[in-house]
């Protein structure tokens, strides 16, 4: 044991749970994902008697967003073979399906659960609970902060949401824009309520929010709001989405000379982006968020490895614009990006 490294051995799954690790810097997952995680993986063999039992819990959709997200669990999953068993669950906003996946994952005693937090309330009692049974707990893409007082909290995964609210706001700025409108498609989501109040935070016009609940499982009604909101707001000159299938779907809908922004990266974005008819996309890659929580929780229950010392790995926000769009075009068109 090194003067970097306390451990202290507890939970009912038999591997060893973290105390406090880091006086001088981050605990990395290892020099190992810089090269061939299979072959990494492969080389150092798993310390468990069985697979790492990981529950990846989300309240995502099959949408083009998630779909991105699934990927990268599926191919971490199968970069680390029969390593890990993986099981996911895609809510689509169902708080109480969400609810439902936490507490078969524990039900299951998974190892780790992976898991977005949409609203904290609502999923205070499963993850608790989860805690109290020496789950480990990983929080990925939204719910920042929410949880990490619980005892087997590692590390957060995905963005600062405000922060990348404000790079969305400096871009609109620096654009020329004065009326700003922000599209929120969904209700209750705390990261996208930070998300917006970024945005007017250093926007220097007037900035408006527009909450259509759900709209990304009713694109045509969707489209059909935004129209009637720049019908009754006709000096506004700006529009920001929050999920890239929402942005799409309005572009049709928005009036000549719009200055039009985007949260996330489909493949319908990049070439928008490349045309003109959107400025710029904040990029949080959320094929990492859905990777490297797999890969976490694999070497921590083999090799009680941690990360984040207490700060969020981040995988954004990033700034995709027509200088940039190109070089990630084919990855998009993938759907890895």
Not at 133 to 155: C, H, M, P, Q
Request: glycine share 10%; charged share 15%; no cysteine.
């Amino acid at each position: 044991m090194t003067e970097h490294e306390t451990y202290e051995l507890q939970g009912e799954h038999g591997h060893s749970r973290r105390d406090l690790l880091v006086k001088g810097g981050l605990i990395t997952a290892g020099a190992a994902l810089l090269g061939s995680p299979a072959a990494a993986f492969a080389s150092r063999g798993s310390t468990a008697a069985s697979p790492a039992k990981v529950a990846v819990v989300t309240h995502g959709d099959t949408g083009s967003f998630w779909s991105v997200f699934k990927r990268g669990v599926d191919q971490a999953a199968k970069d680390l073979g029969g390593a890990v068993k993986v099981t996911q669950v895609y809510a689509a906003n169902d708080v109480a399906k969400q609810v439902a996946g936490l507490n078969a994952a524990i039900a299951a005693r998974v190892n780790v659960i992976a898991t977005s937090v949409p609203d904290a309330s609502a999923l205070k009692d499963p993850l608790t609970k989860a805690a109290q049974k020496g789950i480990e707990i990983i929080t990925v893409n939204s719910g920042l902060g929410a949880f990490d007082s619980l005892r087997t909290y590692e590390v957060h995964v995905g963005q600062t949401e405000d922060v990348a609210g404000e790079g969305a706001g400096k871009q609109f700025t620096a654009a020329g824009a004065k009326n700003l409108v922000v599209v929120v498609h969904e209700a209750s989501n705390s990261g996208l309520t930070l998300r917006a109040a970024g945005a007017k935070k250093t926007f220097k016009g007037s900035t408006k929010t527009l909450l259509i609940p759900n709209a990304t499982s009713d694109l045509p009604g969707t489209k059909a709001k935004i129209a009637a909101y720049f019908k009754a707001n006709p000096k506004t000159d700006a529009f920001l989405g929050l999920n890239p299938d929402v942005t799409v779907a309005a572009l049709d809908a928005l009036p000549k000379g719009t200055k039009v922004g985007t949260f996330d990266l489909n493949a319908q974005v990049i070439p928008s982006i490349l045309a003109g008819r959107i400025l710029f996309a904040i990029d949080q890659q959320q094929y990492l968020q859905g990777y490297l929580p797999v890969v976490f929780a694999y070497l921590f229950v083999t090799n009680l490895n941690t990360v984040g010392n207490g700060a969020p790995v981040l995988t954004g926000p990033g700034i995709v614009n027509k200088a940039n769009a190109a070089r990630v075009a084919a990855l998009a068109k993938k759907g890895t990006r």
